[in-house]
């Protein structure tokens, strides 16, 4: 008692973690006693303090095992909720993934009794990210009317949320929590029905799919690590305070490259981290990953008592934008270590902003760009956007606003503010061959690099000299650096935080240190240091 009251309090934990039993696990692992003892010895291993216990994934799991498990786990002193996957509904969708056909009225009862059958069991309910859908059967063409293909996704998934989902299992459970879990591929979600603030105003939490690939990976779609951090900060200025954690799981990853993900996903700002799922973490093929993340939670949960205070350059993509030809290039500009603050409304009043094509998504985008410009602004606009916007009579001058060839950056007045167009050879630097190498710099990019980065300097803190694929996190009064490359690095930060001054290390990982210097910092590869 005595010692409790003279020691220092520990800070509060800001990190809780989570796992997923899917309905298959439930199944295959939680039907026993032996087999709930060893799960709950992983979550021990693990640090996780709260499990989703999961009713359907087109395989509908045993009631009397699902409610075993349930109190087991609390008895255990757990947090237990539910979770539902919508695959394997009755009719499939005609786009041949494994989302549902909606307009189905055989799907939209299935749908509702599993809900029904989750509330009863459950008081919060997660919801994967496979609630959407691309069908364009002879179904729902007849459904759809003169509405677009994406409209009527759009339509369709809301009225199926309140209708199905959120209703029914409201009617069987009074205090029931819905939450819905986007996926990471948030250029897309025009395109299969995801609305995240009309979604969002309806459920009663959000979650963020964080997930994180082998950037060499093709088949992964050559995933940024930024995104995991631009997803979970859109999101957030999306769904506020109901944004309730990250997610990612151990597909497409090596120990090395899963490790990114909690990184990314506590530097975001996620309170929990979910981590998917119990079975395919203590399988043969991805064990390593969670005997990678076990011993090293306590210097995560450390790290997020330095997390706070998120800033950047405010970047730009309204809720359903289309991406056109840049489709997660706001990954890209992140990882070229220009800071930024990803937001779903027009940073109206704001120094500076980062616009590419996902801002032609408001129709008002030019008259806002041009209140901006008028009060002395400087907007970042990518080269296709420049082109998109080129000769519009609404902005202040009439120069060409495209590129000359061999040309990266270029500056215009506009009245009392500037434009600064980057070319896409610029955010085309973090991509990375079959062992992950960025190509070399060619002196003319090297240069414009860093023309563009002195540009940002003016506004955020940033880096002059680091190679491509180091990310800066701005954090307040403290900066975070990870180093996303295979190399080791050493550079210097430069902006609003700290020009000439000395740095303090705050927070190493893996062996990241400041130099004596007070200013260079060293980082091995996939380290990140934290600095004030
Ligand atoms: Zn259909």
């Known amino acids: 008692m005595l010692a409790a009251i003279i020691l220092p309090g520990r800070p509060a934990r800001a990190v809780e973690w989570s796992t997923l039993f899917t309905a298959q696990d439930v199944r295959d692992h939680l039907s026993t006693e032996q087999g709930r003892q060893e799960a709950l010895a992983f979550c021990r291993k693990m640090g996780v303090t709260k499990v989703y216990i999961e009713t359907f994934r087109g395989y509908q799991a045993d009631e009397v095992t699902l409610k075993a498990a349930r109190d087991f786990f609390r008895q255990a002193g757990l947090k237990v909720s539910g979770c539902v996957t919508t695959v394997g509904i009755s009719k499939p969708s005609s786009g041949g993934h494994s989302w549902v056909c909606y307009t189905n009225r055989q799907t939209q009862e299935r749908l509702e009794a599993i809900f029904r059958f989750t509330a009863a069991l459950f008081d919060e309910i997660m919801i994967d990210d496979f609630f959407c859908t691309d069908c364009q059967c002879s179904e729902c063409a007849a459904a759809k009317g003169s509405m677009s293909w994406d409209q009527y996704h759009e339509k ?221 602004g400087t907007v970042f606009i990518s080269q296709p956007l420049a082109h998109r916007l080129n000769g519009d009579p609404r902005l202040p001058t009439p120069v060409p606003r495209d590129l000359d060839k061999d040309q990266y950056v270029k500056t215009t007045q506009e009245g009392e503010g500037k434009l600064v167009v980057f070319s896409d050879a610029l955010p085309h630097l973090t991509h990375v061959d079959g062992q992950n190498r960025v190509e070399q710099l060619t002196p003319e990019l090297r240069t414009a690099l860093k023309d563009l980065r002195g540009k940002v300097a003016d506004f955020t803190v940033t880096s002059l000299d680091a190679p491509p694929r180091v990310a800066v996190y701005p954090l307040g009064r403290r900066v975070a650096v990870v180093n996303y490359t295979e190399l080791p690095v050493a550079c210097r930060l430069t902006g609003i935080a700290g020009v000439a001054h000395k740095l303090t290390q705050l927070y190493s990982l893996d062996g990241a240190a400041l130099a004596p210097d007070g200013q260079t910092l060293r980082l091995p590869p996939h380290a990140a240091l934290v600095v004030e």
């Open 156 to 376: 369709q998934m809301l009225q199926i949320s309140r209708e199905r989902v959120l209703g029914p299992a409201r009617a069987v459970n009074p205090h029931v929590k819905v939450i819905i879990k986007f996926p990471q591929w948030y250029d897309r979600f025009q395109e299969r029905g995801y609305v995240p603030d009309q979604e969002a105003a309806i459920f009663d939490r959000i979650w963020v799919g964080t997930e994180l690939r082998d950037p060499a990976s093709d088949h992964w779609g050559n995933k940024q690590q930024y995104e995991g951090y631009f997803i979970y900060r859109w999101l957030t200025d999306v769904g506020g305070a109901k944004t309730g954690g990250g997610w990612f799981d151990p597909f497409g990853t090596t120990p090395t490259l899963y490790l990114d993900q909690p990184l990314t996903t506590i530097l975001a700002g996620a309170p929990e981290v979910f981590l998917f799922h119990y079975g395919a973490l203590t399988s043969p093929d991805y064990h390593a990953q969670a005997d990678a993340l076990a011993p090293r939670r306590e210097q995560y949960e450390k790290l997020a008592t330095f997390v706070s205070g998120w800033s950047g350059i405010p970047t730009y993509k309204p809720v359903s934008s289309d991406p056109g030809e840049e489709a997660y290039v706001l990954d890209e500009i992140g990882m070229l270590g220009i800071p930024e603050s990803p937001t779903a409304h027009f940073p109206e009043g704001a120094r500076a902003a980062i616009l590419t094509t996902q801002a032609l998504g408001d129709a008002e985008l030019v008259p806002k760009l041009v209140r901006l410009l008028a009060a002395g």
